[in-house]
């Protein structure tokens, strides 16, 4: 994760940061990130990719998170999620998402994330090769990602 352009991401979701968010520290609690960052992919994928729109659908598993944090979320400040596919492989994909945060001195990086996810069979329990539409779906929307 180099430098970051935002016009390079495909798909944005705003968070409200809630109260609940919120830790002893005053600032969002670092396990929060988590819930951000699947309320993003699941928009993406809903939206742009049009799967994941029924619980039956969920045919993958998250395999791999990683977060660097770089600045702290405050309460009453707005989040925007940046995502994108980053990498297409064979059985997995993984989202590259930046998170910023909005307050009255304008709009700041606070983390970014890659998140692998893995095709995953729920009736044999192993994983699974994504199928070639949602590949070709993928292509389509990322030209430049990187395959494997």
Not at 1 to 7: A, V
Request: proline residues 3%; neutral net charge; charged residues 25%.
């Amino acid at each position: 994760m180099n430098e970051i352009q935002l016009s390079d991401y495909k798909h944005c979701v705003e968070i409200p940061v809630r109260f609940m968010d919120i830790d002893a520290l005053q600032h969002v609690n670092n396990a929060r990130y988590l819930n951000f960052l699947e309320e993003s992919r699941i928009a993406y994928s809903q939206q742009l990719l049009n799967i994941f729109n029924s619980i039956q659908e969920l045919n993958v598993l998250v395999a791999r998170i990683e977060i660097d944090f770089l600045r702290p979320v405050l309460f009453g400040e707005k989040l925007q999620i940046y995502t994108r596919i980053l990498k297409l492989g064979n059985k997995s994909f993984t989202f590259e998402s930046v998170i910023t945060t909005t307050n009255k001195k304008g709009e700041f990086h606070a983390a970014k994330a890659l998140q692998t996810l893995v095709a995953f069979d729920p009736e044999t329990h192993k994983t699974t090769t994504i199928t070639s539409k949602l590949r070709e779906r993928i292509i389509e929307l990322e030209p430049n990602l990187l395959q494997k």
